[in-house]
């Protein structure tokens, strides 16, 4: 198996993201660089006491949070999520993610690709070195 096909979490790069709020970290885990094309599961950290302002777009946000305790509010109306508990997202709907906890939140976040930047732009470049057009 290949090291794009296993490994730790926490030796994956970590990708800019500091336009969601600051100190948040940010690793693509699953995404086209190692085989899933159309998604991309991203594993985030959220310090103590921060937030990724409120935004809406069109695709869904899958949620599962591995440690510490976030909320996210949908269209204002809150919901917890600490460790272990998962959300749905829809798309369309304005929401904000909060860390509520003391400590880190840590969670993962699935998108389609087209809704990570960084997943985005890989897949446009690979597609044109294979003579794909977008």
Do not use: Q
């Not at 006491?49 to 949908?74: K, M, N, Q, R």
């Amino acid at each position: 198996m290949s090291e794009d096909n296993w490994g730790r979490i926490f030796d994956i790069d970590t990708l800019d993201a500091s336009a969601l709020a600051p100190g948040v970290t940010k690793r693509n885990v699953f995404w086209a660089k190692n085989g899933w094309d159309d998604y991309c599961a991203r594993h985030f950290i959220l310090p103590e006491g921060e937030a990724i302002p409120e935004h809406a777009h069109e695709w869904d946000h899958f949620l599962i949070s591995l440690g510490g305790h976030g909320a996210v509010e949908v269209e204002g109306e809150r919901y917890d999520l600490p460790e272990g508990n998962w959300a749905r997202v829809p798309g369309g709907k304005s929401h904000i993610f909060r860390n509520v906890g003391k400590g880190d939140f840590t969670f993962l976040c699935i998108v389609p690709t087209h809704g990570d930047p960084h997943a985005k732009k890989y897949k446009m470049r690979a597609d044109r070195a294979k003579g794909k057009k977008p």
